[in-house]
């Protein structure tokens, strides 16, 4: 007699294990659809990160030219000194409207 009351009870077992297994099973689904959708969004950022790099690769090369800029600079500052002792030179002497001397 106890063999007829143990079936009713491995059989609900069984379907308790069954339902665990779906429902984990679901889960594991879901978190693959998942992993899928952010490994294709990495692909899509990885993409544009290339293609930007590209980009600033280009736009860097001119870089070492920028080491012929500081004596370039010197020559125009010495320049706008001489023009400026000039503008001094032109405007010495005069005074502006309503100033006296």
């Given at each position: 007699?106890?063999?007829?009351?143990?079936?009713?009870?491995?059989?609900?077992?069984?379907?308790?294990?069954?339902?665990?297994?779906?429902?984990?099973?679901?889960?594991?689904?879901?978190?693959?659809?998942?992993?899928?959708?952010?490994?294709?969004?990495?692909?899509?950022?990885?993409?544009?990160?290339?293609?930007?790099?590209?980009?600033?690769?280009?736009?860097?090369?001119?870089?070492?030219?920028?080491?012929?800029?500081?004596?370039?600079?010197?020559?125009?500052?010495?320049?706008?000194?001489?023009?400026?002792?000039?503008?001094?030179?032109?405007?010495?002497?005069?005074t502006a409207a309503?100033?006296?001397?």
């Amino acid at each position: 007699m106890i063999d007829v009351i143990a079936a009713p009870d491995t059989h609900a077992a069984w379907q308790i294990v069954l339902g665990m297994g779906a429902v984990v099973l679901v889960v594991v689904i879901i978190l693959m659809m998942l992993l899928l959708s952010l490994v294709k969004d990495i692909q899509a950022s990885v993409a544009s990160l290339l293609e930007t790099a590209g980009i600033v690769a280009s736009q860097t090369a001119n870089i070492p030219k920028l080491a012929a800029t500081p004596p370039v600079l010197n020559l125009i500052i010495e320049e706008a000194i001489i023009q400026d002792g000039y503008m001094n030179a032109l405007t010495d002497g005069y005074t502006a409207a309503g100033e006296t001397v």
